[in-house]
Structures are given as C-alpha cells and as structure tokens.
Antibody, heavy 118, light 110 residues
Framework: EVQLVESGGGLVQPGGSLRLSCAAS????????MHWVRQAPGQGLIWVSD????????SYADSVKGRFTISRDNAKNTLYLQMNSLRVDDTAVYYC???????????WGQGTLVTVSS | QSALTQPPSVSGSPGQSVTISCTGT?????????VSWYQQPPGTAPKLMIY???NRPSGVPDRFSGSKSGNTASLTISGLQAEDEADYYC??????????FGAGTKVTVL
C-alpha cells in the first residue's frame, strides 16, 4: 500500500527539541521530493520545508529557517524533521507529503501533533 | 511570504456551481503554473484535487476544474454535492523556491 506514516510528535517545552519521522512505503521513495506542511489548531496549511530525492537540496519557510532541519534516509525510506528552539507558535499538526507533478503534493500522511507549552 | 488570498467561505445548494478565488502576486501565481488545490474535510489530511492550474489527478471527479488569469487562480465545483463540503486550499510555488498556501475556504452545501 502506498502510504506515509508520521511519528515523533508530543509535548515539549519552549526552547526544546523534537525529531519527527515519516515512514514511506509502496513507492520508490528516493525518486520523489518530500515536504513537511503544518497546521495549527483551527488554522490553515503552512508549508515548512522540502528536500529533493537524494537529499542534496533543501528549502525552508522563513519562520523555521535556522531552527528546523529536514533530512532523509533513502535506505530506510524515511523522512525527518529536526526541530530545535521550539516556540509556542510551532504548535501544530505536522504532515509529511510527497512531491508529485509540477510541485503538487499528491500523497499525505495522517499527521503528528506537536504541542509546545510550558 | 504572505498567504495567498482566498474568501473565508462560499456556499451553494446541491447541483449549483461555486467558484473559489485565490489571489497571489507576480512572485508566485503570476509567474508559475505550479498552482494546486487541496480538499480537507474536518479531521482528515488534505487531498490533492487539482495540479498545474487545471489538471485533475486520477479519481478526482470532473466536477472539479481549475483555471488561472494573471495573479489569480480559481477552483470551480460544478454540480455541488453534499460530499464536497470541506475546506479548500490553494497553493503555489514561489520565486524564493518555496511554497505558499492560501488561508483556506470553507465550502458549505446548503
């Protein structure tokens, strides 16, 4: 089955760190760009970061640049998001998504909730 | 990067057509055909409905169509059905090599 499954979310204090994972299955993981998109409770979608197939190119939203790092392990078919210096406004459901044709994200995981609170 | 501008809500009766606009700038929608639309029913992950301005992925009903003029993209749902009730988001690639979403539009079927 073609799917993405996120994990690693939870409660963390402001200033803390968390690493999210996204396990891919059912497709050739290394052949696709991958993205992280987040959604604060009751709010809209916000693009966070993306990475190309071999991990040599990454891009970030200004709001997370310098604090978050996207990476991938193609041998394990897994995408990561290392989140440091977390802030209260980073609280959101974090989705991983597969980059498809013409920059569209054609496959999404179910999301993992990150709560930043003291 | 500011969010693309969408109306907060649109509504229509079953069988009617509704159109959602998505306004950006010359740095995103106006410069690229990498515009996509997503449907998100409550409590679920987004689903791709339109890519490259007007293309439908396999399995998406042809009631959904997309277009673009200048800095504004549009999603039209023809023959509105109860199952179409959801939040809809547009997205565009940008000149900064990033992506931007719209704030979302809630579609209500009366």
């Amino acid at each position: 089955e073609v799917q993405l499954v996120e994990s690693g979310g939870g409660l963390v204090q402001p200033g803390g760190s968390l690493r999210l994972s996204c396990a891919a299955s059912g497709f050739t993981f290394s052949g696709f760009y991958m993205h992280w998109v987040r959604q604060a409770p009751g709010q809209g979608l916000i693009w966070v970061s993306d990475i190309n197939g071999d991990g040599s190119y990454t891009s970030y939203a200004d709001s997370v640049k310098g604090r978050f790092t996207i990476s991938r392990d193609n041998a394990k078919n897994t995408l990561y998001l290392q989140m440091n210096s977390l802030r209260v406004d980073d609280t959101a459901v974090y989705y991983c998504a597969r980059g498809g044709v013409m920059a569209a994200t054609d496959l999404w995981g179910q999301g993992t909730l990150v709560t930043v609170s003291s | 990067q500011s969010a693309l501008t969408q109306p907060p809500s649109v509504s229509g009766s079953p069988g009617q057509s509704v159109t959602i606009s998505c306004t950006g700038t010359s740095s995103d929608i106006g410069s690229y055909n990498r515009v996509s639309w997503y449907q998100q029913p409550p409590g679920t992950a987004p689903k791709l409905m339109i890519y490259e301005v007007s293309n439908r992925p396999s399995g998406v009903p042809d009631r959904f169509s997309g277009s673009k003029s200048g800095n504004t993209a549009s999603l039209t749902i023809s023959g509105l059905q109860a199952e179409d009730e959801a939040d809809y988001y547009c997205s565009s690639y940008t000149s900064s090599s990033t992506y931007v979403f719209g704030a979302g539009t809630k579609v209500t079927v009366l």
